[in-house]
């Protein structure tokens, strides 16, 4: 076989996958190594795929031309758009998967990509010369020689599993850690660190008491994660449940708090604020009597289901005695406890936003290697790293995206530049320019720049340019009709809102809450006729709903647009390599500290270090003649 690759990608979840399949279909012979073919892109923890910001990354992800979004429609059982009562810049898609099948369709994806090829292996020893990635030494004592390498590892590096009193070294149950790789990166100059995550136990569906749980269907509209018009959810719908815990499954937790690796001094590192597991929830809110669950199912052939809300890292009969306090487990059975896992991570700061590392050239880190948790956090920088590995091999500019262009633009800039002291995960308050991330949108702003590189198909392009016309054509017809008072009034009256006393526009009746574009094609003929106009196929509803929204919130919309523009004047300003902070006595001293360590490459990403104030900022413009 040949041994010498363009890129080399290291670990084959879901930053793997993403960054392999990316390398592959821009034209980079890539070698994708893991240690077990049959559990890539591996649903570690709940087969669930988006959710609260999460699900606008996938969006994106997909929006690039990358695969999450596409293998989870195939594979949901469940779909749903959460947070429907607030604005679209909160609307959020998530979707449980069937996890045997998620792992399937990844599999059908990258044995189908023609430059992708896969090597069931452990890397163990990264190949460098005079600080540049050279390839990789594995397990078997083979040596695979490539131009660039990707480093997903995991929570592999010294992973150690926590059930109670027994500890157990791997990076998932069952599955072994990886030594050796963390430490030869210290010896080259990186620093690590230890953090925690935690997944709950599962539970036997049949010893579930359903009929005294709360039923939480999915829905079935035409929303999904693709933007692509032949992807579509196939499998058989299924509920999730919800439950709660009870004061005496607190009781049983309690006592068992001495036992915990989290209270008892076994558990060093530091785990997830916003995901806390069972026993931090009856201590950090120990005046609470109860904790919602939710009861999610695993696949569609199966009785495992995930107890979402319950993860602990307890002795096992502990688990089991708490779990039993709660009516509808009165008579459970598991098929395995929770635990929680340490693992080895590195400080984002030594990245740049191309995520290759300042101490060796061609070398990308992304997934939980940088600090980060959660599948979709995964995916979207491994797509990052997968693009700019192959154009570190073959040339062109570094792909990079803006705070203002995409939720991944925010969480890699969130990591370089501040780095993470705690797993991070992605919120819609880490964004400052939400209305302009919206879900809905993510094709508009990211595939023309996708498609320019080489990423995005000619077909996603098209569907893209589909997509602009129609919207624009309805838009504009929206724009310039008019509506006399007698075609709408009696329906503004019954909808609670004020009745037009002369003639208006279409678009001044639609920005009214109470109005939608359903609503006025009911009742106006030559606007339902513009409407099925369209040809735009299965994605017929998706186009009202994104000019609906374009309409409502276009004022909103501007704003953001103006103050994003504002602050990019600073995005402008480059400063990497033009000062020596250590001379620059006027800068506080935390401030030529950080500035030193981090080295950003902007004004504007200088601005956002932690310890940097304003008037530091303020002081590098002075000494900029600005």
Same mark, same amino acid.
Request: proline fraction near 4%; charged fraction near 25%; include cysteine.
């Given at each position: 076989?040949?041994?010498? =690759?363009?890129?080399?990608?290291?670990?084959?979840?879901?930053?793997?996958?993403?960054?392999?399949?990316?390398?592959?279909?821009?034209?980079?012979?890539?070698?994708?190594?893991?240690?077990?073919?049959?559990?890539?892109?591996?649903?570690?923890?709940?087969?669930?795929?988006?959710?609260?910001?999460?699900?606008?990354?996938?969006?994106?992800?997909?929006?690039?031309?990358?695969?999450?979004?596409?293998?989870?429609?195939?594979?949901?059982?469940?779909?749903?758009?959460?947070?429907?009562?607030?604005?679209?810049?909160?609307?959020?898609?998530?979707?449980?998967?069937?996890?045997?099948?998620?792992?399937?369709?990844?599999?059908?994806?990258?044995?189908?990509?023609?430059?992708?090829?896969?090597?069931?292996?452990?890397?163990?020893?990264?190949?460098?010369?005079?600080?540049?990635?050279?390839?990789?030494?594995?397990?078997?004592?083979?040596?695979?020689?490539?131009?660039?390498?990707?480093?997903?590892?995991?929570?592999?590096?010294?992973?150690?599993?926590?059930?109670?009193?027994?500890?157990?070294?791997?990076?998932?149950?069952? #599955?072994?850690?990886?030594?050796?790789?963390?430490?030869?990166?210290?010896?080259?100059?990186?620093?690590?660190?230890?953090? @925690?995550?935690?997944?709950?136990?599962?539970?036997?569906?049949?010893?579930?008491?359903?009929?005294?749980?709360?039923?939480?269907?999915?829905?079935?509209?035409?929303?999904?994660?693709?933007?692509?018009?032949?992807?579509?959810?196939?499998? @058989?719908?299924?509920?999730?449940?919800?439950?709660?815990?009870? #004061?005496?499954?607190?009781?049983?937790?309690?006592?068992?708090?001495?036992?915990?690796?989290? =209270?008892?001094?076994?558990?060093?590192?530091?785990?997830?604020?916003?995901?806390?597991?069972?026993?931090?929830?009856?201590?950090?809110?120990?005046?609470?009597?109860?904790?919602?669950?939710?009861?999610?199912?695993?696949?569609?052939?199966?009785?495992?289901?995930?107890?979402?809300?319950?993860?602990?890292?307890?002795?096992?009969?502990?688990?089991?005695?708490?779990?039993?306090?709660?009516?509808?487990?009165?008579?459970?059975?598991?098929?395995?406890?929770? =635990?929680?896992?340490?693992?080895?991570?590195?400080?984002?700061?030594?990245?740049?936003?191309?995520?290759?590392?300042?101490?060796?050239?061609?070398?990308?880190?992304?997934?939980?290697?940088?600090?980060?948790?959660?599948?979709?956090?995964?995916?979207?920088?491994?797509?990052?790293?997968?693009?700019?590995?192959?154009?570190?091999?073959?040339?062109?500019?570094?792909?990079?995206?803006?705070?203002?262009?995409?939720?991944?633009?925010?969480?890699?800039?969130?990591?370089?530049?501040?780095?993470?002291?705690?797993?991070?995960?992605?919120?819609?308050?880490?964004?400052?320019?939400?209305?302009?991330?919206?879900?809905?949108?993510?094709?508009?702003?990211?595939?023309?720049?996708?498609?320019?590189?080489?990423?995005?198909?000619?077909?996603?392009?098209?569907?893209?340019?589909?997509?602009?016309?129609?919207?624009?054509?309805?838009?504009?017809?929206?724009?310039?009709?008019?509506?006399?008072?007698?075609?709408?009034?009696?329906?503004?009256?019954?909808?609670?809102?004020?009745?037009?006393?002369?003639?208006?526009?279409?678009?001044?009746?639609?920005?009214?809450?109470?109005?939608?574009?359903?609503?006025?094609?009911?009742?106006?003929?030559?606007?339902?006729?513009?409407?099925?106009?369209?040809?735009?196929?299965?994605?017929?509803?998706?186009?009202?709903?994104?000019?609906?929204?374009?309409?409502? =919130?276009?004022?909103?919309?501007?704003?953001?647009?103006?103050?994003?523009?504002?602050?990019?004047?600073?995005?402008?300003?480059?400063?990497?390599?033009?000062?020596?902070?250590?001379?620059?006595?006027?800068?506080?001293?935390?401030?030529?500290?950080?500035?030193?360590?981090?080295?950003?490459?902007?004004?504007?990403?200088?601005?956002?270090?932690?310890?940097?104030?304003?008037?530091?900022?303020?002081?590098?413009?002075?000494?900029?003649?600005?």
């Amino acid at each position: 076989m040949n041994f010498k =690759y363009d890129i080399i990608v290291v670990g084959g979840g879901h930053a793997g996958c993403e960054a392999a399949a990316a390398a592959a279909n821009l034209g980079s012979k890539t070698l994708l190594v893991t240690m077990d073919m049959h559990k890539i892109a591996q649903m570690s923890c709940n087969p669930a795929v988006g959710g609260i910001a999460k699900g606008q990354i996938v969006r994106e992800v997909d929006a690039l031309g990358g695969y999450m979004g596409i293998v989870t429609d195939r594979t949901a059982i469940q779909f749903r758009m959460l947070n429907r009562s607030k604005g679209p810049a909160m609307w959020s898609p998530r979707a449980q998967s069937d996890r045997m099948k998620f792992i399937s369709a990844w599999r059908y994806v990258l044995d189908r990509l023609p430059n992708l090829f896969i090597w069931q292996d452990t890397a163990v020893e990264l190949l460098h010369v005079r600080g540049e990635v050279t390839g990789i030494r594995t397990a078997m004592n083979i040596s695979f020689f490539a131009k660039a390498v990707v480093l997903t590892n995991g929570t592999f590096l010294n992973g150690l599993l926590h059930i109670g009193a027994v500890t157990l070294k791997g990076g998932r149950l069952a #599955e072994p850690a990886v030594a050796g790789l963390t430490e030869q990166l210290r010896t080259l100059g990186f620093s690590s660190g230890r953090m @925690k995550t935690g997944t709950p136990v599962r539970i036997d569906g049949r010893s579930v008491h359903f009929d005294e749980l709360t039923e939480q269907p999915g829905e079935n509209d035409f929303h999904r994660f693709s933007f692509l018009d032949t992807v579509s959810r196939s499998l @058989k719908q299924l509920s999730c449940w919800t439950l709660y815990t009870n #004061e005496a499954c607190h009781d049983v937790l309690r006592r068992g708090l001495p036992e915990s690796p989290l =209270y008892n001094g076994q558990i060093q590192s530091v785990g997830p604020r916003y995901c806390p597991s069972i026993e931090t929830k009856i201590v950090t809110f120990a005046d609470r009597t109860r904790h919602q669950l939710f009861l999610e199912p695993e696949g569609e052939d199966t009785q495992e289901y995930y107890l979402n809300g319950f993860s602990s890292s307890l002795p096992l009969e502990i688990q089991l005695e708490a779990l039993k306090c709660i009516p509808a487990f009165r008579n459970v059975r598991i098929y395995r406890p929770g =635990y929680a896992i340490e693992y080895d991570f590195f400080d984002p700061t030594q990245l740049v936003h191309t995520l290759e590392t300042k101490l060796v050239r061609n070398l990308f880190f992304a997934g939980q290697i940088n600090g980060t948790t959660g599948y979709e956090e995964a995916a979207g920088q491994g797509i990052i790293a997968g693009i700019n590995a192959h154009i570190n091999c073959h040339g062109g500019s570094p792909f990079v995206l803006k705070r203002d262009e995409a939720y991944i633009g925010v969480l890699i800039d969130d990591l370089v530049i501040k780095g993470v002291d705690e797993p991070y995960r992605m919120f819609t308050s880490r964004a400052e320019y939400r209305i302009l991330l919206r879900q809905d949108d993510a094709d508009m702003r990211l595939t023309e720049q996708s498609h320019a590189i080489g990423l995005a198909d000619a077909g996603r392009f098209r569907l893209l340019r589909e997509k602009k016309d129609a919207m624009d054509a309805l838009t504009n017809f929206i724009e310039s009709y008019s509506v006399k008072p007698s075609q709408v009034n009696a329906f503004l009256e019954r909808a609670g809102t004020s009745p037009l006393s002369h003639g208006c526009k279409l678009i001044d009746l639609l920005v009214r809450p109470q109005v939608t574009v359903c609503n006025l094609a009911g009742l106006l003929s030559d606007f339902s006729e513009q409407i099925h106009s369209l040809a735009v196929g299965t994605r017929f509803e998706e186009i009202i709903e994104a000019v609906e929204i374009s309409v409502k =919130y276009i004022g909103y919309i501007k704003r953001e647009r103006q103050i994003a523009d504002k602050i990019s004047r600073l995005e402008n300003l480059h400063i990497r390599g033009k000062f020596d902070y250590d001379s620059i006595q006027s800068l506080s001293t935390e401030a030529r500290q950080k500035l030193k360590r981090i080295n950003p490459e902007t004004l504007a990403q200088a601005s956002r270090i932690p310890g940097i104030s304003p008037n530091d900022v303020n002081i590098l413009l002075i000494l900029m003649g600005r």
